[in-house]
């Protein structure tokens, strides 16, 4: 069964905090993605990584940071976490793209609602 | 104006009713196109996954993509309470995932 687990299901950080959500998949995945979904605006990529030590911005990197140090592991930093940032942050995991392949599903982890005070 | 748009709901229908969920997009790059179902404090699974343009079906869903009109549908035929959900579209221009998400439409099935 494939599963992709994130470390809290609920956190609550103050102001100025730095926080870490941490994804792990078990899959051997090479592409990981971190979301934030917030009500009316869907999933918004923030950062994504297509191997180890790389990664690439999404639509909304600013005030995030990433860290991809083993291939089943990514993790978002929140440098210094402000009250627009509570949210819900969703990890996702799929394989590589290669030419050819029609389907390459992504596996959405539970998800970590943050709340920011 | 956002790439995707997705009425946001909520839908309410009762037990049995046909449903249809839509979206449209502005990118006519897009070629894959996925329909993903997210129950409440859940993450997103994926329903429904097609190709370009044409209908595909799955026991009571049905994905269809125009491409020339950028739009997509699914539809629930016999719908259940346990479809209750929030129904995210999302699409890509290549097989590798870089998926933009619509906002997402909340449905109810009543009994």
């Known amino acids: 069964d494939v599963k992709v687990t994130q470390s809290s299901r609920y956190l609550v950080k103050r102001t100025g905090e730095k926080v870490f959500l941490e994804c792990v998949q078990d899959?051997?995945?090479?592409?990981m993605f971190w979301y934030r979904q917030d009500p009316g605006l869907g999933l918004r990529l923030i950062y994504f990584s297509y191997d180890v030590k790389m990664k690439e911005k999404g639509d909304i990197p600013e005030g995030y940071s990433v860290s991809r140090e083993k291939k089943e592991r990514f993790s978002l930093i929140l440098e210094s976490a402000s009250t627009n940032q509570t949210s819900m942050y969703l990890c996702?995991?799929?394989?590589?793209?290669?030419?050819?392949?029609?389907?390459?599903?992504?596996?959405f982890g539970q998800g970590t609602r943050l709340t920011v005070v | 104006q956002k790439e995707v748009e997705q009425d946001p709901g909520p839908l309410s229908v009762p037990e049995g009713a046909i449903v249809s969920l839509n979206c449209t997009y502005s990118?006519?790059?897009?070629?894959?196109f996925m329909w993903y179902r997210q129950y409440s404090r859940k993450g997103p699974e994926l329903l429904m996954y097609t190709y370009s343009s044409g209908n595909k079906e799955d026991g009571r869903f049905t994905a269809q993509v125009d491409k020339s009109s950028k739009y997509i549908s699914l539809f629930i035929r016999d719908s259940q309470p346990s479809d209750s959900a929030t129904y995210l579209c999302?699409?890509?221009?290549?097989?590798?995932?870089?998926?933009?998400f619509g906002g997402g439409t909340r449905l109810m099935v009543k009994p």
């Open positions: 990118n006519s790059a897009f070629q894959y």
């Open positions: 996702a995991s799929s394989l590589e793209s290669e030419i050819g392949r029609v389907k390459s599903e992504a596996f």
């Open positions: 899959m051997d995945h090479e592409n």
């Open positions: 999302a699409m890509s221009a290549w097989a590798g995932n870089m998926l933009t």
